[in-house]
């Protein structure tokens, strides 16, 4: 019973799953330059306002969406039930936020896992560029992530590059 049960969650589970890989055209983990956060720990103010207009990652999640031309469009600060009918009305009608971090900002915040800088050059092509501010064992960043993987999986005319940016981790070697 144990193991049919087990199969008829994997069978349903599946399908989304699939279908949210295949919208990934590209998964990167990168990695908060650790001056940085020590510098953004530093910072006084409203961390939420500092994060969407100028890239201060201070509390995690923090969700960047960019789209196809690399300028911003969508920024969510924690978790919030529902965010993601929001998300898809401003990604699908292509509409910009005016005081959102450019991108090229962020990926001067950042490494790969071996320490090197990262370019918008160096990224693929994508319809959607997802960034994911988190730390490991973070409840509410998992959210953020399954209602994103939902969403992706239901807006299959979307490509993303999708890059996790974590701020606990250090490069490798």
């Keep these: 019973m144990r193991n049919l049960l087990l199969a008829v969650i994997i069978v349903l589970l599946a399908p989304a ?18 001056s940085v956060i020590i510098d ?17 990652i201070v509390q995690v999640p923090q969700l960047f969406i960019y789209l196809y031309d690399h300028s911003g469009s969508w ?19 292509e509409r ?13 915040n950042v490494t790969d ?12 092509e994508g319809d959607v560029f997802i960034l994911l501010y988190r730390r490991d064992n973070c409840e509410e960043c998992e959210k953020v992530e399954e209602a994103v993987t939902q969403w992706l999986g239901e807006a299959t005319e979307l490509s993303a590059v ?11 070697g």
């Design 17 to 34: 799953a699939a279908a949210a890989d295949e919208v990934v055209s590209e998964r990167l983990d990168l990695l908060q330059r650790q």
């Design 40 to 56: 953004h720990q530093r910072l006084v103010g409203n961390v939420r306002a500092q994060a969407r207009r100028e890239g201060v």
């Design 75 to 93: 920024h969510l600060d924690g978790f919030r039930r529902g965010f993601e009918r929001e998300l898809n009305l401003t990604v699908k009608r």
């Design 96 to 108: 910009r936020a005016r005081t959102m971090v450019r991108l090229d900002r962020l990926l001067g």
């Design 113 to 124: 896992r071996s320490g090197e800088r990262i370019e918008i050059a160096d990224l693929p």
């Design 162 to 172: 999708w890059m996790d940016v974590w701020m606990d981790r250090q490069p490798e």
